[in-house]
């Protein structure tokens, strides 16, 4: 069994007046493994957003099914949604989400904080996990005196301290210069080799080529998949930048790769 299970994907937007709708998602479908790294890429108004929402449970399909360890989101209730997405999943976005007043120690606590976990639980499980990410000099700082490497490092120690089936990642590397980017790049691929199942969406070409799969969407559907398999990151670039010109030129046959 697949640790996350897209089936017939569907979601429709109304407008306030219940006239035409627009379909964001077509009938998607796919899967994705226990210690997979897959990265989502398509052009603005392509679906990914949509979809990301979705599996993060922050909105409900209008058709199909989303599977996680084998439980349907759908059938989770609206008030056990917070402790749901706490407990199973883990959040990077691109602006960071830290709260200023809070040290890095703290912001990487609170959703330990929320889930009511002790503070033995949470010293524990932050030492080594920040010592992985190199921040553990940094925890009695503000995120106001961070770089942006440092607050995507802090960032992704919050999303990973609740050990989540699954990281979610929301164009991460968007507000980095290419250097921090590339560190961070490097950091999600040595938690991959981990185990941790990572899956991004991204506009990077850079990015995505670190992963061991790409799904690219176009008009609220599935147009192509690529696995890395034994190519170099440069071939996967090639690979990633050709499929994104077919793609945007309009022409070309959907496939697998």
Do not use: C, W
């Not at 997979?36 to 392509?46: N, P």
């Not at 409900?60 to 989770?76: T, Y």
């Not at 199942?197 to 992963?211: C, E």
């Not at 998949?225 to 930048?241: C, H, K, P």
């Amino acid at each position: 069994m697949s640790l996350l299970e897209v089936k017939n994907l569907r979601k429709v937007y109304t407008t306030r007046l219940g006239g035409t709708g627009v379909e964001a998602l077509k009938n998607v479908s796919f899967a994705v493994e226990a210690g997979e790294f897959v990265a989502i890429m398509g052009e603005s108004g392509s679906g990914k957003t949509t979809l990301l929402n979705i599996l993060a449970a922050l909105d409900r399909p209008s058709g199909g099914r989303v599977l996680l360890n084998g439980e349907d989101m759908a059938s989770v209730r609206e008030r056990d949604l917070t402790a749901f997405r706490r407990d199973n999943l883990g959040f990077v976005f691109q602006d960071f989400n830290l709260l200023d007043a809070f040290t890095v120690r703290d912001n990487i606590f609170l959703p330990l904080v929320l889930a009511g976990k002790s503070y033995d639980e949470m010293n524990l499980r932050l030492l080594p996990l920040t010592k992985a990410l190199g921040i553990g000099e940094l925890l009695n700082k503000f995120p106001y005196e961070l770089s942006g490497g440092q607050k995507q490092r802090t960032a992704i120690a919050r999303a990973l301290i609740t050990q989540p089936a699954i990281l979610l990642a929301d164009e991460p590397t968007g507000a980095l210069d290419s250097k921090a980017s590339e560190s961070l790049l490097r950091v999600f691929e040595s938690l991959n080799a981990q185990g941790q199942t990572i899956l991004m969406v991204t506009h990077s070409v850079t990015a995505a080529s670190h992963a061991k799969r790409t799904l690219f969407l176009r008009d609220g559907m599935i147009y192509h998949q690529l696995y890395r398999g034994n190519r170099t990151g440069g071939e996967m670039f090639a690979e990633i930048s050709n499929t994104l010109t077919v793609m945007t030129s309009g022409s070309g046959e959907n496939g697998h790769a």
